[in-house]
């Protein structure tokens, strides 16, 4: 059985260059596949390999004191997902273009799986406010799956997520809004911008759309969550969909 990984984390790389061949190096001498993205605001894995492998890698790299505290998300399967190895070397590890923001030294609130779980059974947050789902994917993804009624924008990349939003700022308003994405790195980022940006009562949803399947599972998702490897998507028994199914998820209109 292959073990696949999701990951990354913000935090300040001085030389990037050298985090980069030293990760292509020790990837490749472990037999791993996937893509890992190095940038000077932190790093980006999607990997897959011989589980005994995965766990060195990992090992060694929380070794290191900059990604100790590094959140992993956890698959398996039946053959690896991708192709090849690619390290590449990168500005951002997702590309937003939003040079102001630090999420390595910074960050908003966010709210685990299991307490948004509990707010979407009854409806409203602890403090009685209704919740609003931002999805921060792309239209593509979304069409795989999404959260019940989430809000999702007309947007072919995460550039785009700023100006889309902007029409549905006034209904947000008194709203707690809790952004989230695949893994939580785009709903980090997103989190941080609308927080610095003005919206008010603003979270992330930790650990993304994999993060909640592992601690809750369906409950409140419709479809799978697109996952970038040869499996398409997942469902929320982080298992490959039949043929990357498409969702027929509701979305939410403000």
Excluded at 104 to 127: F, I, M, N, S, Y
Excluded at 171 to 197: D, H, P, Y
């Amino acid at each position: 059985m292959i073990l696949n990984i999701a990951a990354y984390h913000f935090v300040e790389i001085a030389d990037p260059s050298a985090l980069r061949e030293q990760l292509h190096a020790r990837c490749e001498a472990l037999g791993l596949k996937g893509t890992v993205l190095v940038a000077g605001e932190g790093v980006n894995l999607f990997l897959a390999g011989d589980a005994e492998d995965i766990r060195v890698l990992l090992d060694e790299f929380r070794a290191d004191p900059r990604f100790a505290a590094i959140a992993v998300k956890f698959s398996e399967s039946e053959t690896v997902p991708f192709r090849r190895l690619r390290v590449k070397l990168k500005k951002e590890i997702i590309t937003f273009r939003r040079f102001d923001l630090l999420p390595g030294h910074e960050r908003a609130p966010a709210v685990t799986p299991k307490r948004l779980a509990q707010w979407l059974d009854r409806g409203r947050d602890d403090a009685g406010r209704e919740i609003v789902l931002l999805d921060t994917r792309n239209d593509q993804e979304i069409a795989h799956g999404s959260f019940a009624n989430a809000l999702t924008l007309p947007i072919g990349k995460f550039t785009e997520l700023p100006e889309a939003l902007a029409a549905h700022r006034d209904a947000l308003a008194g709203k707690t809004i809790v952004s989230f994405c695949t893994g939580g790195i785009r709903c980090e980022k997103a989190a941080l911008w609308m927080q610095n940006s003005g919206y008010e009562n603003v979270l992330q949803l930790e650990g993304g759309i994999l993060g909640y399947f592992e601690d809750v599972g369906a409950a409140h998702y419709q479809g799978g969550c697109f996952v970038f490897d040869e499996r398409v998507a997942l469902g929320a028994d982080l298992k490959p969909m039949p043929n990357g199914a498409m969702s027929d998820a509701v979305p939410f209109s403000l």
